[in-house]
């Protein structure tokens, strides 16, 4: 198939975010002494802040205000943005497709910091539209903003190629209906050969 539209997830696609998150998390766990391992942090790749706190609260028996805490996170976040770099294998794709057919950003992040972190790679203006979590009810693994990311650009779902760095987010491309890229393996095949 030849897309009419491209989407891309953010953190762990377009941009190297994942560790910075990480520690971010680490601090605010600590403060809240929340068990939250690394191996799961990155199995819950995609779903917004706010989600995992009210997860690891019901699993750990805690009475916590999610929405507040999962401010503290991006507050302990902001600060790491500076050293984000982009995952040029993916940046090229989308330079490449720019002006050709419309691409969009999917996120489970926030619009705030989301839009930051494409400001700071300097790629924002090649989206035509940057949906996040806070513009959809249901988050992935369900294909509610992959589905709105394909609404704003005005191309229909099943002509659409999308990229993801994790399970839960390729699961949300495929229950929309669109052809699903895993980026963590066309970057593993790019280190192989070398390009």
């Excluded at 706010?50 to 991006?74: N, T, V, W």
């Excluded at 979590?133 to 709105?148: C, G, H, T, W």
């Excluded at 704003?152 to 491309?173: F, N, S």
């Amino acid at each position: 198939m030849t897309p009419k539209g491209l989407i891309f997830d953010c953190d762990g696609t377009l941009a190297d975010t994942m560790p910075l998150h990480w520690r971010a998390w680490q601090m605010i766990t600590q403060r809240h002494s929340l068990h939250f391992p690394e191996d799961r942090f990155y199995s819950l790749g995609g779903v917004p802040s706010r989600d995992i706190l009210k997860i690891l609260a019901e699993e750990q028996g805690r009475s916590l205000d999610h929405i507040a805490i999962a401010h503290e996170k991006e507050e302990a976040y902001l600060p790491l943005m500076a050293q984000v770099e982009p995952i040029h294998g993916v940046v090229e794709i989308a330079k490449a497709h720019h002006g050709k057919i419309p691409l969009a950003v999917a996120s489970g992040g926030t619009q705030k910091v989301i839009c930051q972190v494409l400001e700071h790679l300097k790629i924002r203006h090649l989206f035509d539209a940057v949906v996040t979590s806070e513009m959809v009810k249901r988050q992935k693994p369900a294909p509610d903003i992959f589905l709105e990311a394909a609404r704003r650009i005005g191309v229909e779902p099943r002509y659409c190629r999308a990229y993801e760095d994790t399970d839960l987010g390729l699961q949300a491309i495929r229950a929309a209906g669109m052809e699903a890229v895993d980026v963590r393996k066309e970057l593993a095949k790019r280190q192989v050969s070398g390009t």
